[in-house]
Structures are given as C-alpha cells and as structure tokens.
C-alpha cells in the first residue's frame, strides 16, 4: 500500500502561484510514476503532469507547460508541482496519484491516491 498526502493548496489572484507537495509513505519502492490530476466542478478529472521515479522524465498537458514544474525529492519521498502564471481555467482540485505499472496517461492508470487540494484562482 502507498498512502499520498497533498498540501499547499489554497487562493491565488490571477498571475500568482502556488507550490503543493505530495507526501508518499508505505511500500513506494516500485512506484513507476507519479501525477498530478485536475478536476474542475461539473468536468472529469484530466492529467496536469507526470513524474516518472527512475529517470525524473516528465510530462506535462498542453495547458501548462512553461507554467507548471513537476518535481522530486527522493530523499523525503515527496513529489512538488509549483504552479505560477495561474489562471482562473487552473481552479479545481488537484490529486496526487502513483502508478505501479508502465501505462500512466489516464486516472485508471494510477493505483493510489490522495484525497486531493484545492486551488482556486481568482481573476
């Protein structure tokens, strides 16, 4: 079992930023990858940005890139995403979530996940 924790969440203006950390104890060792989940009101939850844990590869959605950096600490087994540029289409609860196998693109993909952080960006 991999428990997943979020923080950093909270309201931002338009232009602002935030960091959330994703905080991973319990049996991580064969984690393949890690992701950041969106999910606005009314909308399905979509990928953000993925982490892969042997290599730091990274993948992020269209929507963020240039804007969004997702990253590790090993040490303290703990995934970062810091978020700046924010826009109001950025509102919405962000999910940490840990995949063991090698697919990683959809929320079916990821075994275990936190119970998730809002963020909300005010225009």
């Known amino acids: 079992q991999v428990q997943l924790v979020e923080s950093g969440g909270g309201l931002v203006q338009a232009g602002g930023s935030l960091r959330l950390s994703c905080a991973a104890s319990?049996?991580?060792?064969?984690?393949?990858?890690m992701g950041w989940f969106r999910q606005a009101p009314g909308k399905e939850r979509g990928l953000v940005a993925v982490?892969?844990?042997?290599?730091?590869?990274?993948y992020y959605t269209n929507s963020v890139k240039g804007r969004f950096t997702v990253s590790r600490d090993n040490a303290k087994n703990t995934m970062y995403l810091q978020m700046n540029s924010l826009k109001p289409e950025d509102t919405g609860v962000y999910y940490c979530?840990?995949?063991?196998?090698?697919?990683?693109?959809?929320?079916?993909?990821?075994?275990?996940w936190g119970p998730g952080t809002q963020v909300t960006v005010s225009s």
């Open positions: 979530a840990a995949a063991r196998g090698t697919e990683w693109y959809g929320p079916g993909d990821y075994e275990y």
């Open positions: 319990g049996r991580t060792f064969n984690t393949y990858a």
């Open positions: 982490i892969f844990w042997n290599n730091g590869g990274t």
